[in-house]
Every structure is written in C-alpha cells, then in structure tokens.
Nanobody, 124 residues
Framework: QVQLVESGGGLVQAGTSLRLSCAAS????????LAWFHQAPGKEREFVAG????????YYSDAAKGRFIISRDNAKNTVDLQINSLKPEDTAVYYC?????????????????WGRGTQVTVSS
C-alpha cells in the first residue's frame, strides 16, 4: 500500500516557477509508476506527467511538454513536479498518483493510489 501527500502549492504570479513535491509512505514505492494530474474548476482531472518506477522514462501531456519536469527519488520516496513559466491556465489542484507499471500512463482510471492534492493558483 502507498500513501501519497502533496505539498508545494500556493498563490504565485504568472511567469514564475513552482516545484511541487509528493511524499510517499510504504516499502513498495519503487514498484510503482508515478504521475501528476491536475484538475481545474469545473473540469475533469487530466494527466500532466508520469515517470516510470526506475525514473528512467518520463511521459508528458502535449500541454505539459516544455514547461513541466517530473522527477523521482526512490531513496527518499518522493516525486516532484517542476513547473516553469507559470500561466493563469495552470491554476488547478495538482494530484500525485501511483499505478502498476503494466498500465498506460495517461488514463486516470489506471491509478489506484492518490494524494489529496495541492492547490496551485496563478495570478496574471
């Protein structure tokens, strides 16, 4: 079992950068692929970025390519999301999630473990 807790959100200005972090508990952290999703008000939860259990392979949504960077540290049981050049449309709750490696990254239903989310608000 894996428990996920996100941190690092807040109110920031457009054009700045933010680093979100997700801390995981559980001995089997390294057995799971990890990902970040976001959910804007009135919209469905969307895949942003994913990283394989080894950390060697990363995946990004088309919208995230170029400004978002996902990374993980299996020794510390953490997965981070660096967001650069923030835009008001990045405003959302950001969730950390874990899935087994056999399943596709960008499908929300493939993730069994979820954090409670951290709010990111970008002012223009």
């Amino acid at each position: 079992q894996v428990q996920l807790v996100e941190s690092g959100g807040g109110l920031v200005q457009a054009g700045t950068s933010l680093r979100l972090s997700c801390a995981a508990s559980g001995r089997t952290f390294g057995n799971y692929d990890l990902a970040w999703f976001h959910q804007a008000p009135g919209k469905e939860r969307e895949f942003v970025a994913g990283i394989s259990r080894s950390g060697w392979t990363t995946y990004y949504s088309d919208a995230a390519k170029g400004r978002f960077i996902i990374s993980r540290d299996n020794a510390k049981n953490t997965v981070d999301l660096q967001i650069n050049s923030l835009k008001p449309e990045d405003t959302a709750v950001y969730y950390c999630a874990a899935k087994i490696p056999a399943l596709i990254f960008n499908v929300t239903a493939n993730y069994y473990y979820w954090g409670r989310g951290t709010q990111v608000t970008v002012s223009s």
